[in-house]
């Protein structure tokens, strides 16, 4: 009997210290479940409370990939949009995720509500890119980059693509337009 005791006891231990992954927390690798080694024939099993979207357009005359949008299947709401490194290939594993939903974030909060002042003091800003309609924001050290509307930015840095924007030049308000990891 004690015997049966102590076994259930030990059991109880090790259901006590199971850990539990936050399915909406953002790594450098992962994003909940799903992290930079996961293949793409996994995902049904990993988003299996939820719904996935295959595009599948064109590619093999395009060399483009397929994007994988995946949805709430209770609310319809799109969470992640994810990018094989290859396309039509199961055994591919993730190089894009775009983050849609604000639940989703790393330990420091950011997530796609965030502005350029919470990024911009969390994290060292690596490049910034400047396009005709947006800025391309590069955080290297979480594997992470941002677009920013250059709406977001004063009259006379919207329209020219030539020049240098610093850090410094962009409003602290600015909101985030697109998150996004990449993983090589």
Avoid at 30 to 44: P, Q, R, V, Y
């Amino acid at each position: 009997m004690k015997h049966y005791l102590f076994l259930a006891a030990l059991l109880g231990l090790f259901v006590a210290c199971e850990k539990t992954t936050d399915p909406f927390l953002i790594t450098t690798n992962s994003i909940g479940l799903l992290n930079d080694s996961t293949m793409i024939k996994e995902l049904k099993t990993i988003f299996k409370n939820d719904s996935l979207s295959k595009f599948i357009g064109g590619d093999e005359f395009t060399g483009s990939t397929n994007t994988i949008s995946v949805y709430e299947k209770e609310s319809g709401a799109l969470l992640l949009e994810l990018e094989p490194n290859s396309a039509l290939d199961s055994l591919s594993t993730i190089r894009t995720v775009r983050i849609m939903d604000p639940r989703y974030k790393n330990q420091d909060g950011i997530n796609s509500l965030s502005t350029f002042g919470e990024l911009n003091s969390n994290y060292k800003i690596s490049s910034i890119q400047n396009t005709l309609r947006s800025l391309i924001i590069s955080v290297n050290d979480i594997n992470a980059y941002f677009t920013l509307s250059k709406k977001e930015l004063p009259e006379e840095m919207r329209y020219n693509m030539n020049s240098k924007i610093e850090a410094i030049s962009i409003p602290e308000s600015a909101k985030i337009k697109d998150f996004y990891l990449q993983w090589y």
